[in-house]
């Protein structure tokens, strides 16, 4: 039986060998075939599915959630509207994370404008003071 092993595959695919294991016990990939050695036998099916899988990660998609793209892209009955679906529900907690990222780098940046960032006792630094009592950081938070 022609195959790759599980070194040769990674490498193709530009990952650490372990981590087809991995991927394996989460069921993002198929168990491969055994030669009559025993040993696991890739084709090139399995790089292409390493490919996509890191390009969703790249994309921002959790291993859970690449697992269901995988099953659309297989599955019977499942149509671009589905992914389309998955795809917008990404992008609304994307766009999530980019407002709360937005609010910690205001709240920052009012803290470290209100430090003189002097030479004096921490006990009187308003970037602590904030963090212990809330203040500018809980806006941030929201």
Same mark, same amino acid.
């Given at each position: 039986?022609?195959?790759? &092993?599980?070194?040769?595959?990674?490498?193709?695919?530009?990952?650490?060998?372990? =981590? *087809?294991?991995?991927?394996?016990?989460?069921?993002?990939?198929?168990?491969?075939?055994?030669?009559?050695?025993? /040993?696991?036998?890739?084709?090139?099916?399995?790089?292409?599915?390493?490919? /996509? !899988?890191?390009?969703?990660?790249?994309?921002? /998609? =959790?291993?859970?959630? !690449?697992?269901?793209?995988?099953?659309?892209?297989?599955?019977?009955?499942? &149509?671009?509207?589905?992914?389309?679906?998955?795809?917008?529900?990404?992008?609304?907690?994307?766009? &999530?994370?980019?407002?709360? *990222?937005?609010?910690?780098?205001?709240? *920052?940046? =009012?803290?470290?404008?209100?430090?003189?960032?002097?030479?004096?006792? =921490?006990?009187?630094?308003?970037?602590?003071?904030?963090?212990?009592?809330?203040?500018?950081?809980?806006?941030? /938070?929201?």
């Amino acid at each position: 039986m022609d195959g790759m &092993t599980r070194g040769e595959v990674a490498d193709k695919a530009g990952v650490n060998p372990e =981590t *087809l294991r991995y991927y394996e016990r989460k069921e993002l990939i198929p168990k491969p075939p055994r030669s009559d050695g025993g /040993f696991r036998l890739y084709d090139e099916g399995y790089v292409d599915r390493l490919r /996509f !899988i890191q390009r969703a990660q790249e994309l921002g /998609f =959790t291993l859970a959630e !690449i697992k269901g793209l995988l099953e659309l892209r297989v599955g019977e009955g499942a &149509t671009c509207r589905d992914v389309k679906a998955q795809a917008e529900e990404k992008l609304d907690e994307v766009e &999530t994370k980019i407002q709360d *990222l937005k609010r910690i780098r205001e709240a *920052l940046s =009012t803290l470290a404008d209100a430090c003189a960032g002097g030479q004096g006792p =921490t006990s009187d630094c308003p970037i602590l003071d904030a963090m212990e009592e809330g203040g500018a950081l809980d806006d941030a /938070f929201l």
